[in-house]
Nanobody, 123 residues
Framework: QVQLVESGGGLVQAGDSLRLSCAAS????????IGWFRQAPGKEREFVSG???????TAYADSVKGRFTISRDNQNTVYLQMNSLKPEDTAAYFC?????????????????WGQGTQVTVSS
């Protein structure tokens, strides 16, 4: 059974940094693409970043390019390094997985989801 657990969220000030982690279990880690999504109250869930199973392909939403970096280790964790945070980055952040080497940018492209971690950026 595929399980994803996010961690690393918190309350920070504008300009600060956070690193989110997505720990995966229950499958062959290198076979799955991992995506990060976020959802603010009253808004739709939106794609933030994704990385392919072999780590060769990455994708970012325009709103986070140059500020966020996605990476994965050789074991079971994907990281989202978030720098220069802005109040508009405030949201619940979710990681998701799909058995593929393609980075999907829509939530419909993913089969498994974590429970989310809250990021709040104050101005």
């Amino acid at each position: 059974q595929v399980q994803l657990v996010e961690s690393g969220g918190g309350l920070v000030q504008a300009g600060d940094s956070l690193r989110l982690s997505c720990a995966a279990s229950g499958y062959i880690f290198s076979s799955y693409t991992i995506g990060w999504f976020r959802q603010a109250p009253g808004k739709e869930r939106e794609f933030v970043s994704g990385i392919s199973g072999n780590g060769r392909s990455t994708a970012y939403a325009d709103s986070v390019k140059g500020r966020f970096t996605i990476s994965r280790d050789n074991q079971n964790t994907v990281y989202l390094q978030m720098n220069s945070l802005k109040p508009e980055d405030t949201a619940a952040y979710f990681c998701a997985a799909r058995r593929s080497m393609v980075v999907f940018t829509t939530h419909a492209g993913y089969d498994y989801w974590g429970q989310g971690t809250q990021v709040t950026v104050s101005s």
